[in-house]
Nanobody, 127 residues
Framework: QVQLVESGGGLVQAGDSLRLSCAASGLTFGYYAMGWFRQAPGKEREFVAAVSLSGGNTAYADSVKGRFTISRDNAKNTVFLQMNRLKPEDTANYYC????????????????????WGQGTQVTVSS
């Protein structure tokens, strides 16, 4: 059974940092490109960041570029999202997702590309 379990969310002030983690089990992690998405209240879920199989390629939404960094540790089956200079508009439930691929360099920004999803971790940024 595939499980993606996010952690690291919380309540912080604007300008603070958080590091989200997503631990994967039940799948061959090295064959899955990983992504982070978020959904704010009353809004649709949106792409945040993605990383390729090897970690060599990454992609970011314009709204987080330069502030967020996605990375992965294939030995620990874990993907991370380092979030710096947080803003109130970053408040959302953050989800990690896994997309099977045999292309070492590809990253995915569309939800439909991802097969497995976690339950999410809440990030709240106060002003």
């Amino acid at each position: 059974q595939v499980q993606l379990v996010e952690s690291g969310g919380g309540l912080v002030q604007a300008g603070d940092s958080l590091r989200l983690s997503c631990a994967a089990s039940g799948l061959t992690f090295g064959y899955y490109a990983m992504g982070w998405f978020r959904q704010a209240p009353g809004k649709e879920r949106e792409f945040v960041a993605a990383v390729s199989l090897s970690g060599g390629n990454t992609a970011y939404a314009d709204s987080v570029k330069g502030r967020f960094t996605i990375s992965r540790d294939n030995a620990k089956n874990t993907v991370f999202l380092q979030m710096n200079r947080l803003k109130p508009e970053d408040t959302a439930n953050y989800y990690c997702a896994a997309a099977w691929t045999n292309d070492y360099g590809v990253t995915y920004y569309r939800e439909v590309s991802y097969r497995y999803w976690g339950q999410g971790t809440q990030v709240t940024v106060s002003s």
